[in-house]
């Protein structure tokens, strides 16, 4: 990076962010030390006792107001600038999921079948990382710095449980902008960050159908009513009525991911079951999808004299970036850490993240930072929640300096 040595770092914000960098790296044994100790006791769900103690003996010597949840195992902490001014929030989730690891890190998981398979931990210890870079620059901040430490991202809604608890009321100020990072093991380039204005990740919803039939002997179906074939004919009509209903550049995805009826092959089961994952990518398409998909089942049923319940389960909306502070992101992120750093994601994800809930209330970005190791392809390197999913130390320098990053530039903008 060129850098213009005659000025000060007053005058030449990129020169005061490009030390974030630097400062983030001096860091990186101690943030390091602490994802390693994360990753060793991984917790899942909205209570992770464990996982909280640690943030917050990571915390203690930073002067932060530190508050915890009530119905999750949450940490609030509150930093304080040196003068009044609006308020930021930065985002870390602290979960892991059920998986049994297989990754082959020295610091691998000691609790069984339970893994940071999705790189949680570093977004626990990157914004402890971050929360260390912006205490010691408590001079030059105008206004606070709310830090989400956040339980139960991996189903459980724990964001939104965090919004309803009072999160961003939490400096006493309004939050005007909000961050976030999510790690990733494949995909992207080691410390490359990634991310796109407007849909970034998709909305996922869970369907379950139950067809109701008749059960009978496998020889004589004309004596029963038979749910099984019915149950096939919905799995194709559905990707069927995805295509055919759907804007194609507003697509639905929709995967049948169980199907379950009967005991035996000549017995003709009473009841069939389905259940699916749908993710759709604009806030009218989420709208629309329920009802779509409960008339096309209902009435594929009632064609062969059958009845099906549809039980459809909204799980995360849409995350959506804000256009103007995705270009904050990338702003910064030349800043920080080179122009090479940072890549405009050319299509959003269909996978699904509960910041999307902070985003529906306040304008913010979400990004993604490359944290394939060393030596390994990013194309073809384990994915998030693989068992055999690494996810490299590096990382954390991108992502507790653009996070630190974020929130200073943001806050130097005033209200
Ligand atoms: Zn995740």
Wanted: aromatic share 4%; net charge negative; charged share 20%.
């Amino acid at each position: 990076m060129a850098l213009d040595e005659t000025t000060t770092p007053d005058e030449h914000p990129a020169v005061a962010l490009a030390a974030l960098r630097d400062d983030a790296r001096r860091e990186l044994p101690r943030t390091a030390a602490l994802r390693h100790a994360l990753h060793r006791v991984p917790e899942r769900g909205l209570d992770l006792p464990l996982t909280q103690g640690l943030v917050l003996d990571a915390l203690a010597d930073l002067d932060l107001e530190v508050s915890t949840g009530r119905a999750l195992s949450s940490v609030t902490a509150v930093l304080r600038g040196a003068r009044p001014g609006p308020a930021v929030l930065l985002r870390g989730d602290m979960d892991a999921l059920p998986v049994t690891e297989e990754s082959g890190e020295p610091f691998t998981s000691q609790h069984p079948g339970v893994m940071h398979a999705c790189g949680h931990d570093l977004h626990v210890a990157g914004l402890v990382g971050a929360a260390r870079l912006l205490a010691a620059r408590r001079e030059q901040i105008a206004g606070s710095v709310v830090l989400m430490f956040q339980p139960g991202e991996e189903g459980e809604h724990g964001a939104r449980l965090m919004l309803e608890e009072g999160v961003l009321d939490a400096a006493g100020t309004p939050v005007v902008a909000a961050y976030g990072v999510h790690v990733m093991a494949s995909t992207l380039p080691l410390g490359v960050v990634a991310s796109r204005p407007g849909t970034f990740m998709a909305a996922s919803d869970t369907v379950r159908v139950t067809v109701q039939g008749r059960g009978g002997h496998g020889s004589k179906p004309y004596l029963a009513a038979d749910p099984v074939p019915v149950a096939a004919e919905m799995v194709l009509a559905l990707q069927t009525m995805v295509t055919r209903q759907f804007d194609v550049f507003d697509p639905v995805v929709l995967t049948v991911g169980r199907v379950e009826a009967g005991t035996k092959d000549n017995i003709i089961p009473d009841v069939a079951h389905l259940e699916a994952t749908v993710r759709t990518f604009s806030a009218a398409t989420h709208a629309a999808v329920p009802e779509r998909v409960a008339r096309l089942c209902e009435h594929v049923a009632a064609a062969h004299g059958m009845r099906a319940t549809v039980e459809y389960e909204r799980g995360y909306p849409v995350t959506a970036n804000d256009a103007d502070e995705v270009a904050r992101a990338r702003r910064v992120t030349h800043d920080v850490l080179g122009a090479d750093a940072w890549q405009d994601a050319p299509a959003p994800v269909p996978g699904a993240e509960d910041f999307s809930y902070v985003l529906q209330q306040v304008p913010g970005a979400f990004v993604f930072v490359g944290a394939t190791p060393p030596g390994e392809d990013f194309r073809t390197a384990p994915y998030n929640h693989s068992p055999r999913a690494r996810f490299d130390d590096e990382a954390l320098v991108a992502g507790s300096a653009v996070l630190a990053a974020l929130a200073l530039d943001r806050l130097a903008e005033g209200s």
